[in-house]
């Protein structure tokens, strides 16, 4: 059996992105006209994410929220707990997950759904003692691996002004903040790729 076995997550076809501009890496140019396509419901829909980890004709939309405290942005690795074998023992500076009907609840759709998502992500994988800020910075593609062929980055910026956050989940191990400039140097080749197009935009 799967291990995504029963899991549905959010996708838009392939071809959408390309009517908006394919792009690799980071984007941040007209960011909101195509946030707006990707997440209106006649757009998207919920795919078994078995099909989807293996059809790149589709992209699954992913919250990746950086969080950051001044000049340290928070990182950690992935444990064997995450969803994703493919990115396990890997240095990350992205939270979030996939988008799942659960995040239709109360009849919400489109960008309340996802916001629904990105909050639910960050309750499941972080413990916030501080206020924070959450914008949305960039979009995020990477097709030069099979894990990026499959999957569409939305880089939420969370700035904090206290590192007083907790990991909430197996999955974050070894939980640090770490000046940006050591991210995008000594540590960059330990970074997995969606963190490497991260850190050097924020650099």
């Not at 000049?71 to 990182?75: E, F, P, Q, S």
């Given at each position: 059996?799967?291990?995504?076995?029963?899991?549905?997550?959010l996708?838009?076809?392939?071809?959408?992105?390309?009517?908006?501009?394919?792009f690799?890496g980071?984007?941040?140019?007209?960011i909101?006209?195509v946030?707006?396509?990707?997440?209106?419901p006649?757009?998207h829909f919920f795919?078994?994410?078995?099909?989807?980890?293996?059809?790149?004709?589709?992209?699954?939309?992913i919250?990746?929220?950086?969080?950051?405290?001044g000049?340290?942005?928070?990182?950690y690795?992935?444990?064997?707990a995450g969803?994703?074998a493919?990115?396990?023992?890997?240095?990350?500076v992205g939270v979030g997950?996939h988008?799942?009907p659960v995040?239709?609840?109360?009849g919400?759709?489109g960008?309340?759904?996802?916001?629904?998502?990105?909050?639910?992500e960050?309750?499941?994988?972080?413990?916030?003692?501080?206020p924070?800020t959450?914008?949305?910075i960039?979009?995020?593609?990477?097709?030069?691996?099979p894990?990026?062929?499959?999957?569409?980055?939305?880089?939420?910026?969370?700035?904090i002004e206290?590192d007083a956050?907790?990991?909430?989940?197996?999955a974050l191990?070894d939980l640090?903040?770490?000046e940006?400039?050591e991210?995008?140097g000594?540590m960059f080749?330990r970074?997995?790729?969606?963190s490497r197009?991260?850190?050097r935009h924020?650099?």
């Open positions: 059996m799967s291990k995504y076995a029963g899991e549905e997550v996708v838009v076809p392939r071809s959408l992105l390309e009517e908006t501009g394919i690799e980071i984007r941040t140019d007209g909101e006209s946030i707006g396509r990707l997440l209106d006649a757009n795919m078994d994410r078995a099909e989807a980890e293996d059809d790149p004709s589709h992209k699954q939309i919250p990746y929220c950086v969080i950051r405290c000049t340290r942005v928070l990182n690795t992935r444990g064997k969803g994703e493919r990115l396990h023992a890997l240095r990350s997950g988008i799942n995040d239709t609840g109360g919400r759709t960008p309340e759904a996802y916001q629904a998502a990105v909050e639910r960050l309750e499941e994988e972080l413990v916030f003692e501080v924070h959450n914008r949305i960039a979009l995020l593609n990477d097709d030069s691996n894990v990026g062929r499959v999957h569409l980055g939305v880089v939420h910026l969370i700035e206290d956050v907790h990991s909430n989940e197996d191990a640090n903040f770490t940006l400039a991210l995008n000594p080749e970074l997995e790729t969606w197009h991260c850190v924020l650099a």
